[in-house]
């Protein structure tokens, strides 16, 4: 079954570093989303991205988030300048949008963000 | 403004229960609605669509009520597998993105 693959697994870095959070979406799917999870919390939407631009974006990625698909396989989510309360789940997704059951919708594994 | 409620939980039952959950929205532009199930610190996965005539997987039935903007989701005969914190998520519009309900969390004993 084919799958969304997310590197690496867990992230520890310090507070003000740059972070890329690297997912390979499904390669058939138009659709690419990143999503994050604080623990404890809801899985909140962050981004997607649809024809190599952002579509959606909701008010948690500001100016210190940015999103890129730089060789037609990888989608990447950036941080520029981390800080303590980005320590979430990152959650990368794809979909094969309309008229299919669930848009096809798939989540890779995560990636743990750890800021200290 | 919460657009996706749930029950808040935890629920406890024993195996072979019956157990049911709720969700609320609030946006009434969302056009399709779905349950996951995410086991702990890993990625949701989807349980079930959710139609207004109601399906059934197995033992899991789900129902959507649009005049009411509930959804619910049943679970029989639950399993000590069935574990899990259960998730009902909206979504609507261009991008097909979700949104979440916080999740509520079922254990079952043995």
């Known amino acids: 079954e084919p799958e969304v693959t997310q590197t690496p697994s867990h992230q520890v870095t310090q507070m003000g570093q740059e972070v890329i959070l690297r997912c390979v979406p499904i390669s058939n799917h138009l659709y690419f989303y990143w999503y994050r999870q604080i623990l404890g919390q809801k899985v909140e939407f962050l981004v997607s991205f649809y024809n190599n631009e952002i579509s959606e974006k909701s008010e948690i990625f500001d100016d210190q988030f940015s999103v890129e698909r730089p060789d037609g396989s990888n989608f990447t989510l950036k941080i520029r300048s981390t800080k303590l309360e980005d320590s979430a789940m990152y959650f990368c997704a794809s979909s094969e949008g309309f008229g299919t059951t669930n848009y096809g919708y798939t989540f890779g594994s995560g990636t743990r963000l750890t800021v200290v | 403004r919460k657009e996706v409620e749930q029950d808040p939980g935890p629920f406890n039952v024993p195996e072979g229960a019956t157990v049911a959950f709720n969700c609320t929205y609030s946006?009434?532009?969302?056009?399709?609605f779905f349950w996951y199930r995410q086991d702990c610190r890993k990625e949701p996965k989807l349980l079930m669509s959710v139609y207004s005539s109601g399906n059934e997987d197995g033992r899991f039935t789900a129902q959507l009520n649009r005049a009411s903007q509930y959804i619910s989701l049943l679970i029989r005969d639950s399993k000590l597998s069935d574990s899990a914190t259960y998730l009902c998520a909206g979504s609507g519009g261009s991008n097909y993105k979700l949104t979440f309900g916080k999740g509520t969390l079922l254990t079952v004993n043995p």
């Open positions: 946006n009434s532009a969302s056009q399709s």
